[in-house]
T-cell receptor, first 112, second 114 residues
Framework: GEDVEQSLFLSVREGDSSVINCTYTDSSSTYLYWYKQEPGAGLQLLTYIFSNMDMKQDQRLTVLLNKKDKHLSLRIADTQTGDSAIYFCAETSNNYGQNFVFGPGTRLSVLP | KAGVTQTPRYLIKTRGQQVTLSCSPISGHRSVSWYQQTPGQGLQFLFEYFSETQRNKGNFPGRFSGRQFSNSRSEMNVSTLELGDSALYLC?????????????FGEGSRLTVL
């Protein structure tokens, strides 16, 4: 079945950029997402990208998609302590129904 | 606008018991999905309901079941609980059930099986 992989941990210093990487196997993925989970909370959508796009920028967030390598990355500029959370990469093909495949999540720790 | 509401937030059960979890989606959302989150397996898709019909199902045993009511509220049930069922169960709703974007998640129901 489909699989999504991420590194589990990332530590950065406040003010630096963070880059969280993700690889996926489903070549029919149509939409790819980044969700954020803060302690004790559910997941919240940060951004998403269609598979026919290479890049999407939204304020401090930049998403890069390499469809040939099935590689997705999320760059957070000027990382703040409030960005400390778990970041999930997710994909879905354009099937009818909300069957998302999530990665294991990357725990981002921002050091002061 | 109220978010996705899940009840109960925390519960403790013993092996062999059964449990029912409830999810109220955002008003107007007709699709409700359920996910199991554990440290070892991450987020795994359980099932999705749309207009009272199960439209998609993950790879979980038949002990896991769900339903959706006419007001879009959903329940999931786990029978004959096992220790491995201890997890955070997340419900998510979306406006029309199509794969165009955002899932709106609740805070989850944390189930501990002793």
């Amino acid at each position: 079945g489909e699989d999504v992989e991420q590194s589990l941990f990332l530590s950065v210093r406040e003010g630096d950029s963070s880059v969280i990487n993700c690889t996926y196997t489903d070549s029919s993925s149509t939409y790819l997402y980044w969700y954020k989970q803060e302690p004790g909370a559910g997941l919240q959508l940060l951004t998403y990208i269609f598979s026919n796009m290479d890049m999407k920028q939204d304020q401090r967030l930049t998403v890069l998609l390499n469809k040939k390598d099935k590689h997705l990355s999320l760059r957070i500029a000027d990382t703040q302590t409030g960005d400390s959370a778990i970041y999930f990469c997710a994909e879905t093909s354009n099937n009818y129904g909300q069957n998302f495949v999530f990665g294991p999540g990357t725990r981002l720790s921002v050091l002061p | 606008k109220a978010g996705v509401t899940q009840t109960p937030r925390y519960l403790i059960k013993t092996r062999g018991q059964q449990v029912t979890l409830s999810c109220s989606p955002i008003s107007g959302h007709r699709s409700v999905s359920w996910y199991q989150q554990t440290p070892g397996q991450g987020l795994q898709f359980l099932f999705e309901y749309f207009s009272e019909t199960q439209r998609n199902k993950g790879n979980f045993p038949g002990r896991f079941s769900g339903r959706q009511f006419s007001n879009s509220r959903s329940e999931m049930n786990v029978s004959t609980l096992e220790l491995g069922d201890s997890a955070l169960y997340l419900c998510a709703s979306s406006p029309d059930g199509t794969n165009t974007g955002e899932l709106f998640f609740g805070e989850g129901s944390r189930l501990t099986v002793l």
